[in-house]
């Protein structure tokens, strides 16, 4: 199993381009989540899925769309990049419910808006 | 919202000092899950605590859960290099949302 994986693991952005970051599991978990993490401020979540075609806000939803069509992928779209979007990203997924199931973490997109 | 705090932000210690980081939430938690992220990686589960007043051992690593489940604390004795990582406590009121602490990063110096 390749557990959680996250392309790309760099990427570079202007100012108001848009990207989407991709996000894959292969162990069949139906909660899936997108957080960002900033130095000093831990990881935030973003969005969330609790099962393909279901997808509700976190703790910093804006400028970002999420969408689960499948089980397995839960993409990232940032719409109109802007600096304050600089952090890093991980994608993570659970077998349940977050707050009662360990999350298993893909490696992380780094990624910087000039 | 719900705000989980975690102290101190850093700490340096000698290679075989104990180390200790607190949690504290601003509400009431269902759980405590805790992670480690190393330099440069992704954070990786230790442990989960659901009762009030747990305590979890893990080799050289104890975790507590407080009785009024707010607070958690993990303690690592006679620490090692393999320790160096920041230190991430994680709950939630129950449900599909995790809040993560601001994490606390050990380094230890041989």
């Known amino acids: 199993n390749a557990g959680v994986t996250q392309t790309p693991k760099f990427q570079v952005l202007k100012t108001g381009q848009s990207m989407t970051l991709q996000c894959a599991q292969d162990?069949?978990?139906?909660?899936m989540s997108w957080y960002r993490q900033d130095p000093g401020m831990g990881l935030r979540l973003i969005h969330y899925?609790?099962?393909?075609?279901?997808?509700d806000q976190g703790e910093v939803p804006n400028g970002y769309n999420v969408s689960r069509s499948t089980t397995e992928d839960f993409p990232l779209r940032l719409l109109s990049a802007a600096p304050s979007q600089t952090s890093v990203y991980f994608c993570?997924?659970?077998?349940?419910?977050?707050?009662?199931?360990?999350?298993?973490f893909g490696p992380g997109t780094r990624l910087t808006v000039t | 919202g719900q705000q989980v705090m975690q102290i101190p932000q850093y700490q340096h210690v000698q290679e075989g000092e104990d180390f200790t980081t607190y949690c504290n939430s601003s509400?009431?938690?269902?759980?405590i899950q805790w992670y480690k992220q190393r330099p440069g990686g992704h954070p990786v589960f230790l442990i989960q605590?659901?009762?009030?007043?747990e305590v979890k051992k893990q080799k050289r690593l104890t975790f507590q859960f407080g009785e009024a489940k707010k607070n958690s604390s993990l303690h690592i004795t006679a620490t090692q290099t393999t320790d160096v990582g920041t230190y991430f406590c994680?709950?939630?009121?129950?449900?599909?949302?995790?809040?993560f602490g601001t994490g606390t990063r050990l380094q230890v110096f041989p």
């Open positions: 605590l659901v009762k009030s007043g």
């Open positions: 162990m069949n978990h139906e909660y």
């Open positions: 994680a709950g939630g009121p129950g449900g599909d949302k995790l809040i």
């Open positions: 899925s609790v099962g393909a075609g279901i997808t």
């Open positions: 993570a997924s659970s077998l349940g419910p977050s707050s009662s199931y360990e999350q298993y």
């Open positions: 509400t009431t938690l269902s759980n």
